[in-house]
């Protein structure tokens, strides 16, 4: 008896490592699409980055910082509609829901790209490093692209 109790907590040692190993990777890679940044006319210091994000997981996968090398910061902004005026709050994270989709948007979340190092034309590619609250990275490349509506800035 004595033996079988020690050879079923060897296996239960042995197993509990590699159970919560395959927890984390039945994780799925959060989906990014339709991603790209409004071109500004030269010397326009900000711009904006949009993004579709899905999340193919049960949990919440959480956006914590963004970077580029065009810009000197990136920050998460929420467009707001406030007493008829629409202004910019930053925002230090952004939570994707568990199967949920989040678009990106002029008149809602966006990325502000701040103090842009160079002007950004119609058609350039913009390499963007995404960072998640879990410690997983992501990079992009966003094409700049023209867009009707006209975003004003009031920061
Ligand atoms: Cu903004």
Redesign the pocket.
């Given at each position: 008896m004595k033996i079988k109790c020690w050879i079923f907590y060897a296996l239960l040692a042995l197993l509990l490592p590699s159970m919560a190993l395959a927890g984390n990777q039945i994780k799925k890679e959060i989906e990014l699409s339709d991603f790209y940044v409004r071109a500004v006319p030269p010397g326009a210091e900000?711009t904006?980055l949009f993004i579709t994000l899905t999340n193919p997981n049960k949990t919440d996968v959480v956006l914590s910082k963004v970077s580029s090398p065009v810009c000197r910061a990136a920050?998460i902004?929420?467009?707001q509609h406030k007493a008829g005026v629409m202004s910019?709050e930053?925002v230090p994270e952004l939570a994707i829901k568990g199967g949920d989709t989040l678009k990106l948007s002029p008149d809602g979340y966006?990325?502000?790209l701040i103090g842009l190092k160079k002007t950004l034309k119609d058609g350039d590619s913009v390499p963007v490093t995404l960072s998640f609250k879990d410690g997983n990275k992501v990079k992009i490349n966003a094409t700049v692209r023209r867009l009707m509506k006209k975003?004003k800035?009031s920061?």
């Open positions: 900000n904006a920050e902004h929420l467009m910019m930053h966006h990325i502000m975003m800035h920061h």
